[in-house]
Nanobody, 115 residues
Framework: QVQLVESGGGLVQPGGSLRLSCAAS?????????MYWVRQAPGKGLEWFSS????????DYVDSVKGRFTISRDNAKNTLSLQMKSLKHEDTAVYYC???????WGQGTQVTVSS
């Protein structure tokens, strides 16, 4: 059974940094699955803001996070990561990792950017 467990969220001041992790189990993480980070801000819809292919050779970001967020994966450790820097109030959201193809979701981790 696929399990995705996000961690690393919390309260951070504007301009600060956080690193999110997603521990994957129940499937072969190194197989041909794209992985995604999705977020949902309070009162707003889902935003698919970053993705990475199996070999980490292809990553993509929406403009609002480009240059501030970095997606990565460690296939040996079955882990997806998101390094976030220069955080802004508008980055406040619940952050989810999502497995491509089968579209399994983690439970999410809350990121709050506030002074």
């Amino acid at each position: 059974q696929v399990q995705l467990v996000e961690s690393g969220g919390g309260l951070v001041q504007p301009g600060g940094s956080l690193r999110l992790s997603c521990a994957a189990s129940g499937f072969t993480f190194s197989s041909s699955y794209w992985m995604y980070w999705v977020r949902q801000a309070p009162g707003k819809g889902l935003e698919w803001f970053s993705s990475i292919n199996t070999g980490s050779s292809d990553t993509d970001y929406v403009d609002s996070v480009k240059g501030r967020f970095t997606i990565s994966r460690d296939n040996a450790k079955n882990t997806l990561s998101l390094q976030m820097k220069s955080l802004k109030h508008e980055d406040t959201a619940v952050y989810y990792c999502v497995k491509g193809s089968t579209w399994d979701w983690g439970q999410g981790t809350q990121v709050t950017v506030s002074s």
